[in-house]
């Protein structure tokens, strides 16, 4: 496992532990040679090639991962489609989260298993999320993982509002809620901001009142996400709450404000091998 698809996520806390996810699902399913291809990513090898997803499970509880994904991130209709999503939604996302709840289940404990929450409506777009249709497309994807996660993952979020959508239609099941956001990572001026453009100090106040365990910055550069932690930080102090704090970068370069994330795979980053990305964390 390269070291630049490893997540790491700090507490800010004084006890100072250091929790390590999972890396990338989908590339690292084309690096094997598993079934894979635009627009479905990592959902095809659900139904093609299954035992691929558990082997690369299996290969990053190896690694050192403590919590592994569910592949469930392309389990939307802007991957799939809506027809299918309609037919097999439901079906893909309890197969998604029963290979990672059969990984982890065979470590012997040594990993947890998150539930993957992606964008609904596509990933770094937050134009495109229509708060109207959010809970047909959520409601599958929880009622299909949720005999299977020890804990529950929104993860790329572009804006507050999906953020707390997802939130509201979460189950009552005492597991906790972890939430990562994205953010914008070109035109950026001094304010760590969404790609909304709302700000991360907001971002955290919300995530505070929507009682996340965790609150992450993934899929964007890592130039970006270390004020977003400080920014956070100074938020979660300010309201004196336990909340710990992480990131996942990207290791290819910026997205654009219309970026297709379901069209094609963008090259990594020269500077970000696994050196690089380790000088970040």
Known sequence: ???????ISRSHMTQGTTVILDGGMGRELQRRGAPFRQPEWSALAL????EAVSAVHAAYIESGA???TSNSYAVVPFHIGEERFAREGQALAALAGRLARESADASGGRA???GSIPPLFGSYRPDLYKPELAAGVLRPLVAGLSPYVDLWLAETQSCILEAQTIRAGLPNDGKPFWLSFTLQDEDTDEVPRLRSGEPVADAAKAAAGMGVATLLFNCSQPEVIGGAIDAAREVFKALNVDIAIGAYANAFPPQPKDAKANDGLDE??????PQGYQQWA
């Open 1 to 7: 496992m390269s070291f630049f698809h490893i997540h």
């Open 47 to 50: 139904s093609e090639a299954p």
């Open 66 to 68: 403590q919590v592994i």
């Open 112 to 114: 947890q298993v998150a």
């Open 268 to 273: 990594l980053r020269e500077d970000l091998d």
